[in-house]
């Protein structure tokens, strides 16, 4: 019996081998995918087996692995070459592991080098140890990793921007800033003929011309390439002259700064002298390099302004995300912000509040560059008086950090004491005196004479020949009166005197003025209520102004100054051009007077373009007739 059982399993074996078509040693193919999904599925059995609360914590792992995988192989397709060597090395009997055909490793030695790895910082993208410090460099050796290198130039003297088929770009914004680049250096205008996610395409606006270009997106990746260029141009291009527009000179020169990150102004100033015979204002060629270095992508310094712009959005997306940004405050970094962004006019005046004790607020204002009030300081005393201006005036001084008012203009109205105050404790500042205490002085005094509006015009005056004129007719009208405006230290209060770098037109203290209309309703209660709400209202009053900002942050000037270029472009058509001597321009109206422009220095003969920082009328219409924009032309305190 016992016989008969052991045939029958030995026939039984037969049956199932000769089912199975071979032998049950017969060898198995590693590299097969049966084996290795078999293998796959039961080290994963094992291990869920082996502790089946870590479940979901291994299969989000392994998912995450198979992910990150799947992206490298997408952006480095360069690791197969590196495969392919370790496939030949195991041939060899160099020991590296067995290789699938399409030179990727299977999933158990992928998770046998994920696991060697685990104590290393790991970034999403990385294939393997090789791939650190390429996350974004492409296949092909000829495409840079950094920004600036996308721009490439041939060598001296032509220094010709390069493009061809097949370049690569990181991304559309690349792709576009190229392009535009190429189209201001050659001297042609583009016609944008298809503008989608993942396709882009330009041509040369003459409808004569072949000149095209076509890039398109990489599958499941943000790399355009160029799959289409004809670099043939059949239009007709004139001689590129010489332009006073910062991104002209940034687009032109942007070899050199490509070369010389350090670049200095003066070299490009010679450069441009020796090309063109052109001299160019420092302040566009400063202009001019930093909007170079942000096509280059070397402006690190916006980078790091943005910072805090970073850290409210990531905020504001989850309440629990935590952004943390430590910084270094400088010791004299307030002062250069107000030197530098802050119109340095400051309105100081005596507010008497309506109270049992008949106290008195003393306020300090500013502007800002869309002509916004800034309040600066407040304080309340008992009475106006010599001493108390003393306490304010040299307490805002030490809380600015000037030096004894250096760069500091303050208007008044001269009453007790104010104007003694600064000029003894403030020697370095300027003291200008109100326009309205004048006027009030001067009814009071002369009633009868017909001489108010000469006296506006008079102090409104933007140059010292319509000042003189001005004044000749008030003396026409009352020699009394003309004679009292002169003893009244004139120079104080006349606008033309003004220094050129306050970049402000204001005659009386409207500033305050204003802000006393806004904060009204609070003057009425307790002191502690009183500057609890002020002190509210005024972060209200930033923080809201902070936020307007974004509205217009790209823009090249405030929307106040944008409305008065509007009006004065438009005040300015009816002068015209008499004679051009480079960057000097003299100009006529009807009424027969000259008006000599210096588009170098940004100064007109009617004076209003260097006080105001705004080109005036005449200086609109300059700027138009040598293709310039009037809006690079605004001083940087007006500008965003």
Known sequence: MEEDKQSGVVDRKRQTRQKNGGSTKQSIN??????????????????????????????????CRRMRRKIARELFPSNSHSNEQCNRHSRTG??????????????????????????????????????????????????????????????????KMILYHGQRF????????????????????????????????????????????????????????????????????RHQQFQHRPKWISVIYLHRWKLQPNLRTVDIRDEIEATYGVVCHEAKLLCAAKRAKHILGMDHEDGYAILNQFKDEMERINSRNIVLVETKRHEYGEVERFKIH???????????????????????????????????????????????WVFFIKNINNALRLEHGEGLCIMGDGDNGIDYTVEEFLPKAVYRQCCLKIFTQMVKRFPTAPVEHFFWSACRSTSAISFNKYMDLIHNESEECHDWLLQTDWSSWALFTIPKWVKCTCVTLSITDKLRNYLHLY????????????????????????????????????????????????????????????????????????????MEAQSCSCGLWQISGIPCAHACKGIQLIMGNVEEYVDNMMSV
């Open 342 to 388: 802050c119109r340095r006019l400051l309105a100081v005046d005596g507010w008497k509040i309506n109270n049992p004790y008949n106290s008195v607020m003393l306020v300090a204002a500013a502007l800002d560059g869309n002509n916004g009030i800034l309040p600066i300081a407040f304080c309340e005393v008992q009475v106006e008086d010599l001493d108390s």
């Open 523 to 598: 003057l009425e209660m307790s002191i502690a209520s009183r500057f609890v709400a002020i002190a509210r209202l005024t972060a209200e009053l930033f923080e809201r102004r902070r936020m307007e900002v974004w509205n217009w942050y790209r823009e090249k000037v405030t929307p106040t100054v944008r409305e008065v270029i509007k009006d004065r472009t438009i005040d300015g058509q009816r002068f015209v051009l008499v004679e051009e001597n480079g960057p000097r321009l003299k100009l006529t109206a009807t009424t027969s007077i000259i008006f000599y422009l210096n």
């Open 170 to 237: 990181r991304d559309f914004s690349h792709f576009r800033k190229a392009i535009e680049v190429f189209a201001i250096r050659d001297g042609f205008k583009l016609c944008v003929m298809e503008n989608r996610g993942h396709a882009v395409s330009y041509e040369c606006s003459d409808l004569r011309c072949d000149w095209k270009i076509k890039a398109r997106r990489v599958v499941n990746g943000r790399t355009f390439i160029v799959k289409e260029f004809v670099a043939q141009h059949k239009c007709t291009r």
């Open 30 to 63: 590693k590299t097969s995918p049966e084996y290795i999904r078999t293998r796959s599925c039961g080290s994963r059995l094992r291990g869920n087996s082996a502790n089946d609360t870590d479940r979901p914590e291994q299969l989000l792992k392994t998912k």
């Open 94 to 159: 160099m020991g590296c592991k067995t290789q699938m055909p399409t030179g990727r490793c299977s999933d158990d030695d992928e998770e046998s080098q994920e696991e060697n790895n685990d104590e290393e910082d790991q970034i999403e993208g990385y294939s393997s140890k090789n791939d650190k410090g390429c996350m974004y460099r492409l296949a092909d050796d000829e495409t840079p990793c950094h920004v600036g290198e996308w721009f490439k130039f041939e060598h001296p003297p032509r220094h």
